[in-house]
């Protein structure tokens, strides 16, 4: 089994969902990660915090440098993510629909490589 990542993507200006909309969302969600792990296929997943909340931690100068904000001045943010187990692409892609129609969010698949 080939381990992949399904990032959720949104980009500054996407509409803001009401608060009902967000309680679905939860819902959905949340019934579509019970029946990953029933399948299987759950590693691990999780909703991230904004990306103005990160911090990027630099040791690539030899001297530590700490900044605050998110490594990429981008549009698009990652706000959440699945790692899941499945056969093939395949299969990954059909979680990643599933998990797309329940976050109402565009989802990115990706293979980790092999260790």
Known sequence: MTQYLLSVWSAEGD??????????????????????????????GGGLHPAHTATVVDGTAGD??????????AKEQLGGFWIIEAADLDAALAWARDGSFACQGKVEVRPFQDM
């Open 15 to 44: 509409v803001e969902p009401t608060a009902e909309q967000i309680a679905q969302m939860y819902a959905d969600v949340d019934s579509f990660n019970q029946r990953v792990k029933e399948a299987g296929a759950w590693v691990f």
């Open 64 to 73: 530590l440098i700490t900044t605050d904000g998110p490594f990429a001045e």
